[in-house]
C-alpha cells in the first residue's frame, strides 16, 4: 500500500461545541451553509485520511466510472449525503477502505476528521457522521511470469 504523506491518520482533534453554531446569525444578518457546501467539505476531509481508497456503493461507483469516460467530472461528494440545519449538520459516509486496515479505527479517525473539518469551516456543530464501509480494496496481485525472465512464447 502506497502512504498518503501529509495526511492525517487516526489521531486528531475537533472543535468543541462551544465554538460552532456562532457567527451564521448575526444582527447584521445570517450566513446560509448549502448542503453541497458541506458535503464537499466532508468528502475532502474523509480522502485525506490514511486508507480510504474511494466513496460510494458499487452502483454509485459505475455510474461514476461511467461520468469519467464521458468526461464528466465525477465530484467529491459521491458517497456523501448531509442534513443541514441552521446549527447543525450530519454527515453519512460510504465508503471503500484499503485491505489490511483495522476499519474501526479507520471510522473513527475518518468521523474525528470531518467533524473538525465541517465544524472548523462551517461553524456548524456535527451531530453525527454514520460510515458505511461497502467494500474492500485489495491490492493488485503480481501477473505471473515466465521461468527465469523468458518470454513464454517466441
Known amino acids: 500500500m502506497q502512504e498518503k504523506r501529509d495526511r492525517p491518520g487516526f489521531g486528531g482533534s475537533h472543535a468543541s461545541p462551544s465554538q460552532t453554531g456562532k457567527g ?5 444578518g445570517r450566513t446560509v451553509i ?4 458541506v458535503a464537499k467539505i466532508g468528502g475532502m476531509a474523509a480522502r485525506e485520511i490514511e486508507g480510504v481508497h474511494d466513496f460510494g456503493t458499487g452502483t454509485a461507483r459505475a455510474i461514476g466510472a461511467l461520468k469519467g469516460r464521458l468526461g464528466a467530472e465525477d465530484g467529491v461528494t459521491r ?4 442534513e443541514v440545519g441552521e446549527r447543525q449538520a450530519a454527515v453519512d459516509i460510504h465508503l471503500v477502505v484499503e485491505y489490511g486496515l483495522a476499519i474501526p479505527d479507520l471510522a473513527e479517525a475518518v468521523r474525528r476528521h470531518v467533524i473538525d473539518a465541517v465544524e472548523r469551516m462551517c461553524g456548524l ?10 467494500d474492500v480494496h485489495l491490492p493488485r496481485q503480481e501477473e505471473p511470469s515466465g521461468t527465469d525472465g523468458e518470454p513464454r512464447v517466441q
Open 34 to 37: 448549502a448542503d453541497e457546501v
Open 79 to 82: 458517497g456523501i449525503d448531509v
Open 125 to 134: 456543530e456535527v451531530t453525527e457522521v454514520n460510515i458505511a464501509v461497502d
Open 24 to 28: 451564521l446569525a448575526t444582527e447584521r
